[in-house]
């Protein structure tokens, strides 16, 4: 059977059987691959450490019979610990897993994906703003995962979004003019910091982390950006709940 | 095509629910019920139920009891100064196991786990610190495993339980391997863990 090294960060680990746990990875060349490791909730495991949680590891992956391939070794390249001292960057990089997870099939290469995402888990465990981290990811990996939020169209007439109180609106698939949107459903938005947000697409991700975005502004768009994810995936994002209530 | 009778499909989803069992052990174990004999049946049968009806959580510490306390908080030889915080209770049967400790404990009843949907108001976070508060708690030692979760619930424990003025909180030292669960550990190694636990911040 096939057995070939992939580099990997762990999504999320489930308890299966008696001692085993399923692992969800992410990998540039496979994308997301299933991989059973045997015992590894027994102390002497060698492979608990390699699926913890937002863990980079190169791992020793060997094919099965169905989607469940199983992991036989590897090595810890970087554990990210510096996320594990707070719960608030764990809820986020959970999130951030979370989405991954969700909007990913096995097999299909993630090469954009993967290295979005370890971007964002090294400057979480680096203790960099926690939500500037989130809003980019968002805003990057909803476009990754084909939901990208147009910054440049209104979503619901297609015309120029320029200045003026935008809404974003998640029903609509977007950001919403002023003349599409004169009611008060949506969460508005002031042209400056869309501006500011539009320089978070072009910038990698340490530059973006400089741009200057109030405390105000960046709630409003990441509440909109959570909803404009939530209602394109239309599944509940667990972690998603954990970091409201933990913001409260 | 032949299936078996109702009530033997019913006994093999109820064991199919039991973790780690799947569709063949269930059966298996289904068909060794039939083949047990009245009284071994009766025993299981009631065996369930007893557990059910009778045990509830201790009212101080979260350990299952059939009391108002559990046996160990109702031991006057342990010493309720030091608090050992625990996610399950198999957790703290397994540090029982080791022999060591002789002081009390807090069970969580998890860990924080933002994947699975958990916060701290999922936990007994609120009783531990009225407990540590009000019983005068000189130490808290956290047990939590050592993983993402359990790592990330030992500190955000911490932090909350700096606001204590002269409390102790120590972290069961490593030895025990990250990812690990902590009731498959062997009791010298929580007893190791235990003797070199270290302060946190
Ligand atoms: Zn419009
Ligand atoms: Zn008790």
Redesign the pocket.
């Known amino acids: 059977m096939r057995e070939r090294v992939l580099r990997t960060i762990t999504l999320l680990r489930r308890d299966l059987g008696e001692a085993d746990r399923l692992a969800v990875l992410l990998s540039r060349e496979e994308g997301k691959v299933l991989a059973s490791a045997k015992s590894s909730r027994k102390p002497n495991s060698r492979l608990a450490a390699l699926i913890e949680p937002f863990v980079l590891a190169d791992c020793r992956i060997i094919e099965g019979r169905g989607e469940i391939q199983r992991l036989a070794g590897g090595e810890v390249v970087e554990p990210f610990r510096g996320i594990r001292s707070d719960i608030e960057r764990v809820a986020r990089a959970s999130l951030m897993a979370e989405i991954a997870d969700q909007g990913t099939e096995p097999g299909s290469a993630a090469p954009r994906l993967f290295a979005l995402l370890l971007d964002c888990l090294r400057l979480l465990a680096e203790g960099a703003a926690g939500p500037s981290i989130e809003l980019y990811y968002l805003l990057h990996s909803s476009r990754l995962l084909g939901y990208g939020l147009s910054l440049d169209h209104?979503a619901?007439?297609g015309?120029d979004l320029a200045g003026g109180e935008l809404a974003m609106v998640p029903e609509v698939g977007g950001l919403?003019?002023p003349?599409?949107y004169t009611v008060a459903a949506g969460r508005w938005v002031d042209a400056l910091s869309l501006e500011r947000v539009r320089a978070y697409r072009h910038s990698r991700l340490r530059v973006a982390l400089e741009i200057p975005l109030s405390n105000g502004q960046r709630k409003v768009w990441l509440d909109g950006l959570r909803a404009h994810v939530r209602y394109h995936m239309d599944v509940s994002l667990r972690s998603l709940d954990v970091l409201r209530s933990l913001e409260r | 095509m032949a299936t078996y009778p109702r009530a033997v499909t019913r006994l093999i989803e109820a064991f199919r629910k039991l973790p780690g069992v799947g569709p063949k052990s269930a059966q298996r174990y289904a068909v060794h019920v039939l083949r047990a004999s009245m009284d071994d049946a009766r025993e299981l049968a009631d065996a369930i139920l007893e557990v059910k009806t009778s045990i509830k959580p201790c009212k101080r510490c979260g350990n299952y009891t059939d009391t108002d306390l559990c046996s160990v908080c109702a031991d006057p030889r342990r010493d309720p100064r030091s608090l050992c915080v625990v996610s399950y209770v198999r957790d703290l049967m397994a540090i029982e196991r080791a022999g060591e400790f002789r002081g009390q404990y807090h069970v969580l009843g998890g860990v924080l786990s933002p994947a699975d949907g958990i916060g701290p108001e999922d936990l007994t976070v609120g009783a531990l610190i009225e407990r540590v508060r009000d019983e005068h708690v000189t130490e808290v030692i956290l047990a939590t495993s050592p993983s993402v979760e359990g790592d990330a619930t030992a500190l955000y424990l911490a932090r909350l339980l700096g606001a204590v003025p002269e409390l102790e909180v120590t972290r069961l030292a490593s030895g025990l391997p990250a990812g690990a669960d902590l009731d498959y550990a062997d009791q010298t190694t929580i007893a190791a863990a235990l003797s070199g636990r270290r302060r946190l911040e």
């Open positions: 209104c619901s007439c015309g919403a003019c003349a599409c």
